[in-house]
């Protein structure tokens, strides 16, 4: 079975730098599904985005996150792969806006089973940028890191924070993290 381990956070935390650096050290990484589709919904004019229509942003959210989940969930290797947020993200989301879950998501969320260790990066000022899929304050951001945590931790998953500095030494933590605790044996 695939070791399928979460990196999360608010936006603009520096997760993507993050999977890029292990991505670039032999690990698969799996892109966020919500930048995706800003970019898509944008180049179609559509409504999907979190400025217009946060409820459907999100189901395409939802429905994208389980669909990647399940598509990489199907082998039968052991690798490590990393995701750049997952499916309980889109739970966060929804609180964070104040827009009830529904039955199905929650049913789905707790089906689908990543390692139970996630790791999540705290807001950073410092780092901080909007651009043209992120448009949310850093107030916002910090307020997307605490329903984020909520959730996984709603879900009974543990919660590792991991410590600001540069992207060689957050990676290096998170394997550190891996091995220390024999995470993935």
Request: with cysteine; charged share 25%; aromatic share 12%.
């Amino acid at each position: 079975m695939k070791k399928l381990c979460i990196i999360t956070g608010g936006p603009g935390a520096g997760k993507t730098a993050l999977l890029d650096e292990l991505q670039r050290r032999g690990f698969q990484t799996v892109p966020e599904e919500g930048r995706r589709i800003i970019k898509e919904q944008i180049a179609l004019n559509g409504n999907g985005l979190p400025w217009l229509n946060k409820k459907y942003f999100a189901e395409l959210m939802f429905n994208a996150s389980l669909e990647r989940f399940q598509e990489i969930n199907s082998g039968a290797d052991s690798k490590i792969i990393f995701f750049d947020r997952g499916i309980l993200d889109t739970s966060g989301y929804l609180k964070l806006e104040n827009i009830p879950v529904s039955e199905e998501m929650q049913i789905k969320s707790a089906e689908m089973i990543y390692h139970k260790n996630v790791f999540i990066l705290p807001p950073w000022k410092e780092i901080y940028e909007n651009d043209q899929e992120r448009k949310q304050t850093f107030e916002v951001a910090v307020s997307t890191f605490y329903c984020i945590k909520e959730i996984y931790l709603a879900y009974d998953y543990h919660v590792i924070e991991v410590p600001k500095g540069t992207v060689e030494k957050r990676a290096d933590f998170i394997l550190e993290t891996i091995k220390v605790n024999q995470m993935f044996l």
